[in-house]
């Protein structure tokens, strides 16, 4: 870790902190124990010097106590406590007045060397030469984190002979000795490196000792490399992961440099490419792509992709990949239409995110040729999951979730293409049928096949019959009514006519539809009798021959659900109070009678007994509609005028000649504009993507132009006088230093760190703190600057944090010592796990070092604001009722604010939150109500739901109330306290 103030010392190590419990010893305590014949105690009392001296804290004396009493240790744990103390204690002797004095002014003043240093270099040395391998192994990783040419000059030596040890440890871990000391001082101490390692490779048996050879060859000496790998071309592959990756790596930065050496590295790269290895092939792959557009490079990369996609179960393995295939699309299209049906075998994946990615990819590279292939292929997966019907899990539910992506990949390949429509439509009437939690697959199946009925006429002679036979096994009352509209609307041949009034007829059954309230308390008390165990009560005699009393609860078994009721599913649905459900029946009732007139070819009497039957269906539902208890007020009034309109266009001729065009010709029209909409919508968005594509495109480009050439002059302040003195007073020092580092958005940046800086302790405070919060997804970062503003050292101080709600502290603040008026920055790390309001509190702790009294500081609250954790996100209407209707926390916010108009109230508030308006309206309502539904995700995969219903009174104000649902508590609130707070008004809240 690098020193964070001026009295620590560099380390590449941390200790746990359980050796500073009760406050570390003094430096006379520490030279005791390390003269005691313990172990372990000289363990621990090493522990302590050594965070003593990372504390800064200077302790001269112990040095020479650990090379009389430790070095010579056969311990493992303390030679490795050792090598971390010869890391961090001072090996120079302290200059003198008269030194300092010339090394400002600029002489080189030559270091000096501890006498002591001398032992210890004659310690690192026995243990390079030691017996035992893990000594001499851990030795020489040790000598990769010395820096010193005084202490490494003696040890070469040692190093070299390593090279030849019979254990392949000990060399490569002196292949690394040798990498780090040629690239620190080859030229004074080790010249002959590359040779000895050129020499060393071309011998060597051992996986990583030869991977650490090629690595000092590939860093210090390129061509050394290039010849070793020239000779051992066909052999790579034998030489394990590590090497492999090192000759990607190689190749990455040579092509970059000479681009003319790509042919030298085809034939590797293509050799890699078919590594039994996930990593290698996955490196060459992109390498290889990043190097060459051409069809074969890209064809061979694309293929490793699609077999690592279905060679690795590990989930993040299969999205990286989908990423890099996603990214291959832009380009090269044409080959991952080859490829598309080897992508589409990722569907068997359990994780839905990879199944989506899966077909997000198939939909956009489907084309004419491939599309009876991959429409084959969803079909045979959807067909798999319908096999499973039950939702009592997790899993089920994953694959409910599946089902319905299959079902929109399915309708998007037929609305693009046509010709596999009829294939297609057959198929997914069968899902009608289906039963989940939400009943969202049988509802987007109903929605497919209504778009088919209107784009293809040719086809509703032979959905209808089908869709009559599948009437009586929907479950859904949204669907029903889907399918009722359809009968009544797409019905045009008298024989198609016939059949569905009488199926709807069949299904309805004959009225009243009004549940008696008796009746039904009767049938419920007898189905209650039925399912109530029964105690029954004997005397039995034991094995003893003792009496004794036993009691048995005797339940009587429910018969199946099938043979309890037959009613069939539409009487059902009107029976239980679905008042619109019972209007759309009636007016498809009506379009069937009406269009039935019409045909010249129909019987006339047997019509006129066809429209009184539909005549009594509908009074027998405005019936049900007065005496439910489920229907509203305004669907029962609603109720009694629709069907009041449809019974005196069957029975008025006069009204009939006025309501017939509007019912059989109107519906469809707006119908048929309902759905050229939302095709120009698609479109719309579609065109936006490519548009905001070009412009990060350009912008990218933009940003690749350099801000400044290299020749431009660049202006320094502290040469002002000599330029004015030169005539050149043009000085604007900001515009040159954002010109000569392209940092041009320096403030813009800037402003937005501030605004997440929070004050965390008072400037009166003896230690005065502020934090900065970075917010990553799922990391919270805090950045602690702590400044002493005593004249005193502070030591063990620590900043204990504490946090409220779903989050969790991963790396909390060690204990630092700081000096007098000197400052320190520490970093804590928060992992967040839900998107809640949550609240960061703690105290700072310190020692006075001239008082030894130790201090507390309570420090303020830091507030997460729920907008870091919100992204904006869209959805389709029928999967927003869905989870509307699913979720059960909801938080209602009465409207209260001072803007006028509805529009900018509702863009205010879709901006505030950070949402989406998923409702179309027009800039200008001129109107005084608006709804809208507004939707956003979480970063953790949380649905935020949001319903705006706000009306203008006659004084002008705005009312109303705000509906917030999602499946956590914590968002619900969260996002009403953001929406309670913004909504007063556009200025307050900016």
Avoid at 402 to 431: G, K, W
Avoid at 574 to 583: Q, T
Wanted: proline fraction near 3%.
């Amino acid at each position: 870790m690098a020193p964070t103030n001026s009295n620590e010392s560099y380390c590449t190590f941390t200790l746990p902190s359980d050796v500073t419990a009760g406050g570390l010893p003094s430096e006379e305590q520490i030279a005791k124990d390390l003269e005691s014949t313990d172990d372990e105690v000289k363990k621990h009392a090493l522990k302590a010097a050594i965070m003593a001296m990372l504390g800064g804290e200077a302790m001269p004396r112990i040095l020479m106590q650990v090379i009389r009493f430790c070095i010579n240790s056969d311990d493992k744990q303390l030679k490795k406590l050792c090598m971390l103390y010869w890391e961090v204690v001072p090996k120079y002797q302290e200059l003198s007045s008269d030194e300092i004095a010339a090394q400002a002014a600029g002489h080189h003043v030559p270091r000096k060397l501890l006498s002591e240093m001398i032992l210890v270099c004659n310690a690192l040395m026995n243990d390079l030469n030691h017996a035992n391998e893990y000594v001499r192994g851990s030795m020489l990783r040790f000598i990769c984190k010395v820096k010193d040419e005084e202490i490494l000059g003696p040890l070469v030596p040692s190093i070299k002979s390593c090279l030849t040890h019979r254990h392949s440890y000990v060399r490569k871990n002196a292949a690394l000795a040798v990498f780090h000391v040629h690239r620190l001082h080859g030229d004074s101490i080790m010249p002959d490196a590359p040779e000895l390692i050129a020499e060393f490779i071309a011998a060597e048996t051992d996986v990583s000792a030869r991977r650490n050879a090629f690595l000092m060859l590939f860093n210090q000496q390129e061509d050394l490399a290039f010849d070793f790998l020239a000779k051992n071309m066909d052999d790579v592959n034998k030489f394990g992961d590590g090497f492999a990756l090192l000759v990607l790596e190689l190749t990455r930065k040579v092509c970059r440099q000479e681009p003319t050496q790509k042919s030298r590295f085809v034939r590797v790269l293509f050799q890699m490419l078919s590594s039994p290895s996930a990593a290698v092939s996955y490196e060459a792959a992109w390498t290889l792509v990043s190097l060459s557009n051409a069809p074969t490079a890209v064809r061979a990369a694309a293929v490793t992709y699609a077999n690592l996609l279905n060679g690795q179960n590990d989930n993040n393995v299969q999205l990286i990949v989908l990423e890099k295939l996603e990214s291959l699309k832009i380009k090269h299209a044409k080959i991952l239409q080859e490829l598309l049906m080897d992508i589409l075998r990722a569907l068997s994946s359990p994780n839905p995110d990879i199944c989506q990615k899966v077909l997000h990819i198939a939909m956009e590279v489907v084309t004419q040729r491939n599309v009876q292939d991959v429409v084959s292929t969803l079909k045979r997966e959807l067909q798999k999951a319908m096999d499973d019907d039950d939702i009592s899990n997790t899993n089920d539910a994953k694959k409910i979730v599946y089902r319905n992506m299959l079902v929109q990949a399915i309708h998007e390949c037929a609305a693009r293409f046509p010709n596999v429509a009829e294939s297609v439509v057959h198929t997914l009437l069968d899902l009608l049928s289906t039963t989940s939690a939400d009943g969202s697959t049988s509802l987007q199946v109903a929605i497919f096949v209504r778009a088919i009925m209107e784009h293809y006429p040719d086809l509703r002679s032979s959905l209808l019959p089908k869709l009559l036979s599948s009437i009586s096994d929907v479950t859904s009352n949204p669907v029903m009514c889907i399918c009722l509209w359809i009968v009544g609307e797409y019905s045009e041949t008298l024989e198609s006519i016939s059949e569905g009034f009488d199926s709807l007829l069949e299904e309805v059954g004959e009225p009243s539809f009004a549940v008696i309230k008796k009746d039904k308390d009767d049938a419920g008390d007898g189905a209650a009798d039925a399912g109530e165990p029964r105690i029954v009560t004997k005397n039995v005699v034991l094995a003893d021959g003792t009496y004794a009393t036993q009691t048995i609860y005797n339940t009587q078994s429910k018969p199946a659900k099938g043979q309890m009721d037959n009613t069939p599913s539409l009487r059902k649905m009107i029976v239980g109070g679905d008042v619109f459900l019972g209007e759309t029946l009636a007016s498809s009732l009506t379009k069937l009678c009406l269009k039935a007139k019409k045909d010249p070819a129909a019987n006339a009497v047997e019509w006129k007994s066809r429209t009184a039957k539909s005549l009594l269906v509908m009074c027998g539902i405005v019936k049900m509609a007065e005496v439910t208890i489920q229907a509203q007020r305004s669907a029962t009034s609603d109720c009694v005028d629709r069907l009041t309109l449809c019974c005196r266009a069957l029975l008025d001729p006069k009204q009939q000649s006025l309501i017939e065009p509007i019912l059989l010709e109107q519906g469809k029209v707006q119908f048929a504009k309902y759905l050229a909409n939302l095709k120009a919508k698609q479109q719309a968005q579609q065109e936006s993507k490519q548009n905001q594509s070009h412009q990060q495109q350009q912008q990218q480009k933009q940003d690749d132009q350099p801000s400044t050439q290299a020749d431009d002059l660049i202006h320094f302040r502290h040469l002002r006088a000599f330029a004015v003195e030169g005539g050149d007073v043009d000085l604007d020092d900001g515009a040159d230093l954002a010109r000569a580092t392209g940092y041009n958005d320096a403030g813009s940046m800037l402003s937005n760190e501030l605004s997440h800086i929070y004050p965390l302790s008072g400037f009166a405070d003896p230690v005065y703190a502020e934090a900065l919060v970075t917010v990553h997804d799922y990391d919270i970062v805090l950045e602690i600057l702590v400044m002493n503003r005593t004249a005193s050292t502070l030591s063990n101080l620590t900043v204990e944090l504490s946090t409220m709600g779903d989050m969790k502290i991963v790396e909390r603040p060690q204990s630092h010592t700081i000096g007098p008026m000197d400052q320190m920055t520490i970093r804590a790390s928060i992992k967040v796990s839900s998107t809640e309001t949550g609240h960061i509190f703690g105290t700072i702790v310190y020692t006075d070092m001239s008082t030894n009294e130790k201090h507390y500081i309570n420090l303020n609250d830091i507030h997460m604001d729920i907008m870091d954790y919100i992204r904006p996100a869209t959805c389709t209407d029928e999967l927003f009722r869905s989870m509307w209707a699913e979720f059960e926390w909801e938080n209602k916010v009465a409207i209260s604010t001072s803007i006028p108009n509805l529009v900018d109230f509702l863009n205010h508030i879709v901006e505030s939150t950070n949402m989406r308006c998923l409702t179309p309206h027009a800039d200008q309502k001129d109107g005084s109500f608006l709804a809208a539904n507004l939707y956003a995700r979480s970063v953790f995969g949380e649905d935020a739901l949001v319903n705006v219903s706000v009306e203008k009174k006659d004084d002008g104000k705005l009312a109303g109330y705000i509906r917030i649902r999602s499946k956590t508590q914590g968002i619900a609130l969260s996002l009403g306290d953001r929406i309670t707070a913004v909504q007063r008004g556009i200025t307050s809240a900016k």
